[in-house]
T-cell receptor
Framework: KAGVTQTPRYLIKTRGQQVTLSCSPISGHRSVSWYQQTPGQGLQFLFEYFSETQRNKGNFPGRFSGRQFSNSRSEMNVSTLELGDSALYLC??????????????FGPGTRLTVT | AQSVTQLGSHVSVSEGALVLLRCNYSSSVPPYLFWYVQYPNQGLQLLLK??????LVKGINGFEAEFKKSETSFHLTKPSAHMSDAAEYFCAVTSSSNTGKLIFGQGTTLQVKP
């Protein structure tokens, strides 16, 4: 079974621009979560989508948004980019693997650099 | 609210020595606990998990962890370190009602010396 895929893998943008990142979950996984990883703040939860609905949201400004499509693929968008948005953005798909069992699998990430 | 504390941002061991990475959690509800490993320029790989049942869980690459509720700990161990174990390790917590949101510790970088 193919793993979580993220595109693009690397991205360079200029301050003030906007960017869209894409994530394709593992087949059969309906939940997609997004995380931001930076050296200073570590791994921080952005949001989670399940069946095309945002089910959970972290403490990020409204410039960060996302959506999920009917095939479970997800996109996240960051508008009006700031230098501090430079980070590795990780997508994870998850499944209830059985009664009381849960697993979340991560993609390779998209490295965003804002100049 | 949930939180995770990983004690020691850097741990150094000799090849063949015991690996012990410490993780303490805080949770007002029964936790689901995970250990992930991250190699440079890669995503996170699931090493092992505790959700319910047996408190000693075995994962990939010879790692195991024990859930100790009384100590609110979930330490990761491996009897004999290998050079390929050098990486960054993250402990994470969630709960059955909030499964899509993992709360991570700050990570521990494991160095393995020859």
């Amino acid at each position: 079974k193919a793993g979580v895929t993220q595109t693009p893998r690397y991205l360079i943008k200029t301050r003030g621009q906007q960017v869209t990142l894409s994530c394709s979950p593992i087949s059969g996984h309906r939940s997609v979560s997004w995380y931001q990883q930076t050296p200073g703040q570590g791994l921080q939860f952005l949001f989670e989508y399940f069946s095309e609905t945002q089910r959970n949201k972290g403490n990020f400004p409204g410039r960060f948004s996302g959506r999920q499509f009917s095939n479970s693929r997800s996109e996240m968008n960051v508008s009006t980019l700031e230098l501090g948005d430079s980070a590795l953005y990780l997508c994870a798909s998850s499944v209830l693997a059985g009664v009381g069992s849960y697993e979340q699998y991560f993609g390779p990430g998209t490295r965003l650099t804002v100049t | 609210a949930q939180s995770v504390t990983q004690l020691g941002s850097h741990v150094s061991v000799s090849e063949g020595a015991l690996v012990l990475l410490r993780c303490n959690y805080s949770s007002s509800v029964p936790p689901y606990l995970f250990w992930y490993v991250q190699y440079p320029n890669q995503g996170l790989q699931l090493l092992l998990k505790y959700t319910t049942g047996a408190t000693l869980v075995k994962g990939i690459n010879g790692f195991e962890a024990e859930f100790k509720k009384s100590e609110t700990s979930f330490h990761l161990t491996k009897p004999s370190a290998h050079m390929s174990d050098a990486a960054e390790y993250f402990c994470a917590v969630t709960s059955s009602s909030n499964t899509g949101k993992l709360i991570f510790g700050q990570g521990t970088t494991l160095q393995v010396k020859p």
